[in-house]
């Protein structure tokens, strides 16, 4: 791993927002034994990392969030995700059976709360004089929701907070991590950007010149040979890393 500016010679630090900010497999779990019935020795985790990675598959190969929303194809993905994810685990949804599944997750997905720590260490960064912000795949409707139900309006203005789908590219599309430097006045070499997703997060972010954290709280395995400058299983570690103890 490459080694990491330490803040606050760091001037920005951005933050992934689904699994990164919160517990996203709450919201998946519920849906899932609403629907599906299951029990508590079915694997929701795996289930979840595959649901996960349909959702990016089907979205690249839909032309990314805003090419979804104006071809009305997102509840066509967002179906699919879960049909594909749970048939790996034996389970057949018919097409009404992963709509139902989609709706109790969407209506899960605004009674979340942020991981313990993602506050303070968000607080103590702006206190430093780090320019945090938030950068986040999918509908801006929908992840705007999300961004209401956590609160953050006191700690990331609505400039700093770029979501694809109002952008106009998908992470990991280096294009995205170039307009947020332009947006916000950064250099790329300045930045840090933390997420939990190997090919969104990691890979976008190395590839457009900024210093990545990987957010493996769930113990997965990289997907390809990139190097982020650090992997952090929680946010106290993660306080650990950019906050060190003065001298």
Request: proline content about 5%; glycine content about 8%; hydrophobic content about 35%.
């Amino acid at each position: 791993m490459s080694k990491l500016k330490q803040a606050p010679e760091t001037t920005a630090v951005f933050f992934d927002v689904d699994d990164t900010l919160y517990d996203h497999l709450t919201p998946f779990y519920t849906a899932v034994r609403e629907v599906a019935g299951t029990s508590d020795h079915f694997p929701y985790e795996e289930a979840y990392h595959r649901m996960r990675y349909y959702s990016d598959k089907l979205s690249h190969e839909l032309g990314g969030a805003e090419a979804m929303e104006q071809s009305n194809a997102t509840e066509h993905m967002r179906r699919e995700r879960f049909k594909l994810s749970l048939a790996e685990h034996g389970i057949k949804l018919s097409d009404e059976e992963a709509a139902r599944m989609q709706a109790a997750y969407l209506g899960c997905q605004y009674k979340i709360a942020l991981f313990p720590g993602a506050r303070e260490l968000m607080t103590a960064l702006r206190d430093r004089g780090v320019l945090l912000g938030l950068i986040t795949n999918g509908a801006p409707e929908h992840q705007t929701n999300k961004l209401e139900a956590l609160q953050l309006d006191d700690l990331i203005p609505a400039g700093h907070r770029f979501i694809s789908g109002a952008a106009g590219w998908d992470k990991p599309d280096i294009r995205l991590f170039q307009h947020v430097n332009q947006a916000t006045g950064t250099r790329p070499e300045d930045c840090v950007y933390i997420g939990d997703s190997w090919r969104n997060d990691v890979v976008g972010a190395l590839g457009a010149g900024w210093q990545a954290i990987w957010f493996n709280h769930r113990g997965v395995t990289p997907e390809s040979d990139h190097q982020p400058h650090h992997i952090v299983c929680s946010h106290e570690e993660l306080s650990a890393l950019l906050l060190p103890p003065p001298q």
